[in-house]
Nanobody
Framework: EVQLVESGGALVQAGGSLRLSCVASGFAMADYAICWVRQAPGKEREVVTCIAGVSGSTYYAATLEGRFKISSDHAKNTAYLQMNELDSEDTAVYFC??????????????????WGQGTQVTVSS
């Protein structure tokens, strides 16, 4: 059974940091592009960042201004999202998603093969 399980979401003050984790089972993260996708209330899903399975190359949404960093540990079949300098605009449910694609730039949310259940990040101002 394929599963993606996120954790690490929390309530944090503006300016703070959080680290999200995504543990995969039933498939190898090394064979997929792994992305973090967020959805704020009343807004569309936004692909925040992705990491390619083989090359490890990364993609970041331009709006992040360098505050987030994605990484993965294939031995643990786990991906991470380090989020710094959080502000209220970052409040959203953060999903881990996997796509069997070679390109990681601007993957449409509908193109993902697997999704986690999401973890809530709330930034208080």
């Amino acid at each position: 059974e394929v599963q993606l399980v996120e954790s690490g979401g929390a309530l944090v003050q503006a300016g703070g940091s959080l680290r999200l984790s995504c543990v995969a089972s039933g498939f190898a993260m090394a064979d997929y592009a792994i992305c973090w996708v967020r959805q704020a209330p009343g807004k569309e899903r936004e692909v925040v960042t992705c990491i390619a399975g083989v090359s490890g190359s990364t993609y970041y949404a331009a709006t992040l201004e360098g505050r987030f960093k994605i990484s993965s540990d294939h031995a643990k079949n786990t991906a991470y999202l380090q989020m710094n300098e959080l502000d209220s605009e970052d409040t959203a449910v953060y999903f881990c998603a996997a796509a069997d694609l070679d390109t990681i730039d601007r993957i449409p949310p509908d193109d993902f093969d697997f999704w986690g259940q999401g973890t809530q990040v709330t930034v208080s101002s």
